[in-house]
């Protein structure tokens, strides 16, 4: 299974800032919209990096309330792992647990396709469990079964 059937079922939507977008303004985003990074996009509409909640949060630790005074381009990891439309989900998986990431930018023909979390990953994985389950105890029940 590949990453393009969670892409299928959660979309394509990608929130993204611009490099000069207000940390204040990132904070406000990610909270009301209840996800964990934005990705950041250069003036050509391509990948300049990604801003997470937990890049907020050490910036905070680390200047105070003048982090709401930066941009995404002062918090921003700019060399971002990105995926293939073609990575397995398990391949995925488990560059997010070398890297310690929980974002990965999904890229289709060199353009930003979408974005996965940890937590699209696991809740595909337990859809497929289920349907599996519910796919076994159908056998069960067959006569014969």
Same mark, same amino acid.
């Given at each position: ?46 990948? *300049?990096? @990604? /801003? &997470?909640? !937990? $890049?907020? %949060? +050490? ?6 309330? =003048?982090? #709401? ?43 930003? *396709?979408? @974005? /996965? &979390?940890? !937590? $699209?990953? %696991? +809740? ?6 289920? =349907?599996? #389950? ?12």
């Amino acid at each position: 299974m590949t990453i393009a059937a969670v892409i299928r079922e959660k979309g394509r939507n990608v929130v993204s800032v611009s490099p000069e977008a207000p940390i204040a303004e990132i904070a406000s985003i990610i909270a009301s919209r209840r996800i964990g990074a934005v990705v950041v996009l250069a003036d050509h509409g391509g990948l *300049a990096g @990604i /801003v &997470s909640e !937990r $890049d907020v %949060v +050490k910036a905070l630790a680390k200047h105070g309330a =003048r982090v #709401l005074e930066l941009t995404a381009s002062d918090l921003m990891t700019r060399q971002v792992t990105t995926i293939s439309m073609n990575t397995s989900i398990d391949h995925a998986m488990e560059i997010m647990d070398a890297g310690y990431f929980r974002h990965l930018p999904v890229m289709e023909d060199g353009a930003l *396709a979408g @974005i /996965v &979390s940890i !937590r $699209d990953l %696991v +809740k595909h994985r337990i859809t497929l469990h289920q =349907r599996d #389950l519910e796919a076994l105890k159908a056998a069960v029940r067959q006569p014969g079964g």
